[in-house]
């Protein structure tokens, strides 16, 4: 259970919900400047999520926290981040960096989003590293991809 208060996200739609879960992974930076983060290290990364919207669907839900949780949680649990087809070592705005990864989960779940009809939006991705790092990603007011 993950009990933590986050930044909140200035907006104005009617609901707003938030979802927490962790998963675990390895990665490393392939640059010399990134020191000891360029050999091979895990991490149990937490991330919060916040979607907004005005319209439920039939369920009375925004989107299934099940679902959101799924389709992160699953594509990276127990896996090499690196290894992932969408890092990519030659373009620096695709290594696992956390900043890079919280910015990869935003897109990933906006693009699921972009799938529903009630034109919800994911607009915080918090995700911590370690007990003393993390990011706060928010796209860009309007980017919707
Ligand atoms: N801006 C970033 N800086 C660093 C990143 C990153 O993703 N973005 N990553 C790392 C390392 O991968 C490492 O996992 C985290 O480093 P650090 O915060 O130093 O972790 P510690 O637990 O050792 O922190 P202490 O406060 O020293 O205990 C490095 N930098
Ligand atoms: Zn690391």
Redesign the pocket.
Known sequence: MIYQTYPSVPHSFVYELNKDFSFAAA?Y?PREK????SQL?G?TYVVNLTIAGDELDDCGFLVNFKTIKKLVHDRFDHTVLNEDEWFDHHESARLP???I?ARMIGELVQDYLNTLPNGARCLQVFLR?????Y?VYKPKQGDSR
């Open positions: 990665h930076i990134a020191g000891v983060c290290h991490h960096s956390t900043e990864v590293e370690t007990p003393s790092s990011v």
